[in-house]
C-alpha cells in the first residue's frame, strides 16, 4: 500500500504565488511518475504536469510556462516527492489539486503496478 501526502496551497492573490508538494511513502518498489491534477467546482478532474522518474515534464497548455514540476523520485535514496511551484495565479487556477504516483510495489514475490492518488490541497486565487 502506498499513501501519498499533500502539503502547501492556501489563498492567494491574483499573481501570486504557492507551492504544493506530495510525498509517498510505503512499501515503494520503484515510482514511474509523478502528476498533479487539479479539479474546479461542477468540473471533471484534469492534469496540470507530470514528471517522470527519468526527469521529462510535460504541462497542460494553460500553465505552461506559469507552474514548473519537480521531483525526486529515481535513485536508491530518492525521497519520493513532487513538488509543484505555480506563478503568475489566475482566479481560474482556484480548484482542488490532487497528486498522482504511478507505482511500483512490492507484497512478497508479487509486484504490482497501479496508480495512487493524494488527498487533495485546496488552492484559491482571490482578490
Known amino acids: 500500500q502506498v499513501q501519498l501526502v499533500e502539503s502547501g496551497g492556501g489563498l492567494v492573490q491574483p499573481g501570486g504565488s504557492l507551492s504544493l508538494s506530495c510525498a509517498a511513502s510505503g512499501n515503494i518498489v520503484s515510482i514511474y511518475n509523478m502528476a498533479w491534477y487539479r479539479q474546479a467546482p461542477g468540473k471533471q478532474r484534469e492534469p496540470v504536469a507530470t514528471i517522470t522518474s527519468g526527469g521529462t515534464t510535460t504541462y497542460d497548455d494553460i500553465v505552461r510556462g506559469r507552474f514548473t514540476i519537480s521531483a525526486d523520485i529515481s535513485g536508491d535514496n530518492a525521497k519520493n516527492t513532487v513538488f509543484l511551484q505555480m506563478n503568475s495565479l489566475k482566479s481560474e487556477d482556484t480548484a482542488v489539486y490532487y497528486c498522482?504516483?504511478?507505482?511500483?510495489?512490492?507484497?512478497?514475490?508479487?509486484?504490482?503496478?497501479?496508480?495512487?492518488w493524494g488527498q487533495g490541497a485546496q488552492v484559491t486565487v482571490s482578490s
Open positions: 498522482n504516483a504511478y507505482v511500483k510495489t512490492r507484497s512478497g514475490a508479487a509486484l504490482t503496478l497501479r496508480a495512487y
